[in-house]
């Protein structure tokens, strides 16, 4: 039987870009993620980004808090990696949002 978890959409924002973005990021900009289980959505957002994002992201998208003082606990701020145009992106969890889902069964190999 599939288990089920709670997640919580957690939306993207730019809050500051200094310089010049090559995706063309500016304050303002955001995305909402929900979970659409086996159709995720391609967004256009910087890969390099996404990719440093993740960690924070599946920790609000889950429910879970972050070990050092965050200002509000739903939220925190995390830099894209280009350290000489950098833009700062707010994660935030939406906790009115909040929505049931079913993990697919994990299939265990049978070891022969």
């Not at 390099?48 to 924070?56: A, E, F, G, I, K």
């Amino acid at each position: 039987m599939a288990e089920e978890y709670i997640a919580y959409p957690v939306r993207i924002k730019v809050v500051s870009q200094k310089g010049y973005c090559a995706m063309g990021h500016k304050v303002g900009d955001e995305w909402v993620y929900t979970f659409e289980p086996f159709h995720p959505k391609t967004p256009d957002i910087c890969p390099s980004v996404l990719h440093d994002l993740m960690p924070y992201f599946w920790t609000l998208w889950f429910g879970g808090t972050f070990a050092w003082p965050t200002p509000e606990r739903d939220t925190c701020h995390e830099a894209c990696p280009d350290p000489d145009n950098p833009v700062i992106f707010e994660l935030k969890r939406l906790r009115d949002e909040a929505s049931h889902m079913r993990w697919p069964q994990q299939r265990r190999l049978k070891m022969k």
